[in-house]
């Protein structure tokens, strides 16, 4: 597990308005999810220069070279990992080697593969995009003849992986249960059927099973995820700050999870730890405006209006398109008593959702406070029919 200090502990208590230092690994893995390669490359090599065992880099930086097509540069990268780490990479040392028309070494590494911890379900390997290069050779076809490397169990958790996907929740329950009891990859077992019941509404039973999966192994992050969603969807923040703090710990480059650890601080009425959080990940992500938009709603829960408008300024600089950044920065021009900014910021939201009750409401009242009684006695009529139960005693009062 890669060690960092990661931002959202290291920066929690300085000023957010001075500029935060981003560990060089996060800043390179978020140009890695923009496709910024080449400058990600030039940052992870500078991490390397001075952290020649980084594994997390070094397999990153294999990743870059891979998605530019320098598979001869990824390979040495990926073996580094290797010697240090099991065969972690060596699926991707298979992928390297089948693009440069080598079957012989990239069975060679499958076969490592397939004999791991790693290992991808069948399926996956099969209809892999660069292992398909070489299914024609007898290198790959002898691979097959060799064993099984597909137990019982492998297939039955393969076949419930089906099922479920066709929606034949029962029956995959049934495979993943009889899986469960008799001890077979518990972490995964029951981050399946926690998703079952997630799809079919049963929280309760689906957090004993994320519990279970957890337990067994506390790397599984993609269950770490799922019980976050659930706790969060359930108003438990407390539950929920616990668990994504553990998240991204484990994993600091899950950035979707700043702003969902944003909005659970913010909940909290933890602020200004929020304000930190929202603040790395817009250093990380400029260009992304749903960071703006989350800072933003976080400086109106702490009355600080003009912060709150200039945020979602900048989130409207870079997307118009979203009715809640418009709705938003009507909501805090209200709160400043700019109630014909508001009212123009409500009618561009409602061009972009023009059923969302709460906006119409808000053009009501904003209404109302510019003496426009039959506009906002209109408005709390719409509120009303798209479901605002509140919008009623403003119909009464006002709609004669």
């Excluded at 601080?265 to 200004?272: N, Q, S, T």
Aim: overall charge neutral.
């Amino acid at each position: 597990m890669r060690v960092i200090a990661i931002i959202i502990l290291s920066v929690l208590f300085q000023d957010i308005s001075s500029q935060q230092v981003i560990d060089r690994y996060l800043e390179a893995r978020a140009l890695m999810k923009n496709g910024d390669y080449g400058p990600a490359i030039e940052i992870l090599d500078e991490e390397i220069s001075e952290n020649p065992y980084d594994l997390d880099a070094l397999y990153q930086r294999g990743m870059c070279y891979y998605e530019t097509k320098m598979y001869d540069k990824a390979i040495p990268d990926f073996l580094l990992v290797n010697k240090r780490a099991g065969a972690r990479s060596s699926l991707m040392l298979a992928k390297c080697e089948a693009r440069l028309n080598h079957p012989e070494l990239s069975v060679k590494y499958l076969r490592q593969h397939l004999g791991s911890s790693f290992k991808k379900p069948e399926k996956e390997l099969l209809l892999d995009k660069d292992l398909t290069l070489i299914e024609h050779t007898s290198a790959w076809k002898n691979l097959w003849k060799e064993r099984e490397w597909y137990n019982a169990y492998d297939l039955l958790l393969q076949e419930a992986n089906y099922l479920k996907s066709n929606g034949k929740y029962l029956e995959a329950l049934n495979i993943l249960n009889d899986l469960h009891i008799k001890g077979f990859n518990r972490t995964t077992v029951n981050q399946k059927i926690a998703e079952i019941y997630l799809a079919t509404g049963n929280n309760k039973a689906a957090k004993e099973a994320l519990d279970v999966s957890i337990r067994s192994d506390y790397r599984n992050t993609a269950s770490l995820k799922l019980r976050i969603e659930l706790y969060t969807n359930e108003g438990n923040y407390l539950e929920a700050e616990a668990d994504c703090s553990k998240l991204l710990r484990q994993a600091p480059d899950e950035f979707p999870h700043y702003l969902i650890y944003g909005k659970i601080l913010m909940h909290l009425e933890k602020y200004e730890e929020a304000v930190t959080v929202l603040s790395s990940y817009i250093q990380l992500f400029p260009g992304n405006a749903g960071g703006y938009n989350e800072i933003g709603k976080v400086y109106m829960h702490q009355k600080k209006y003009i912060n709150a408008i200039s945020s979602f300024n900048k989130a409207l600089e870079l997307d118009q398109g979203v009715s809640e950044y418009f709705y938003n920065r009507g909501l805090s021009y209200a709160a400043t008593k700019m109630y014909k900014f508001a009212e123009r910021d409500y009618s561009m939201a409602l061009d972009l959702d023009p059923e969302n009750a709460d906006t119409w409401f808000a053009k009501g009242i904003a209404d109302l406070e510019l003496n426009k009684k039959d506009i906002a006695c209109f408005n709390f009529k719409k509120s009303f029919q798209y479901g605002k139960k509140e919008a009623i005693s403003y119909i009464q009062r006002l709609c004669n």
